[in-house]
């Protein structure tokens, strides 16, 4: 399970069009996609999916902001995936991200920050087994 992580593409990405470019980061840095679909929430599932935050003052806006449109989902596999994942798309505030990484390059705020990436080893197959069944991950 160490090399696996989970992935979303928020709505923002796909107003502004950026899945590509960012897909094509993913798979440059060496991730094999395993599961991919695009979805829109509904904000029972995005309550649901971010329930860890559900005490924080950003919730609902968090919230709102996940279902404004549909969303890019996915399941990725590499060597030391989460860790290596989270360098790859920056910081959770796009203005503190580093040179290159996917936020720095494609997000405009810690509100609106274009992607997500699973935080642990148990959360990437909480969030992935959230959004897949069995027979849609390869
Ligand atoms: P993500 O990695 O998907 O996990 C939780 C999300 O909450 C985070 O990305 C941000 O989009 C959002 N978030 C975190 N901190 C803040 C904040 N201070 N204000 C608004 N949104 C936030």
Same mark, same amino acid.
């Given at each position: 399970i160490t090399n696996k992580t989970f992935t979303m593409l928020k709505p923002d990405t796909l107003e502004k069009g950026y899945v590509g470019p960012i897909i094509e980061k993913i798979t440059a840095a060496g991730f094999k996609i395993i599961a991919m679909k695009m979805v829109r929430l509904s904000r029972a599932d995005a309550r649901d999916f971010y329930a860890i935050h @559900?005490? @924080?003052?950003f919730f609902d806006e968090l919230v709102e902001f996940m279902v404004r449109g549909p969303i890019v989902v996915a399941i990725l596999e590499k060597e030391n995936a989460v860790e290596d994942f989270r360098a790859l798309i920056g910081a959770t505030n796009p203005a503190e991200a580093a040179e290159g990484t996917i936020r720095k390059l494609f997000a405009d705020s810690i509100s609106e920050n274009a992607i997500h990436g699973s935080d642990s080893d148990e959360n990437a197959v909480i969030e992935g087994s959230y959004h897949f069944a069995g027979r849609e991950v390869f």
């Open positions: @559900k005490e @924080k003052p």
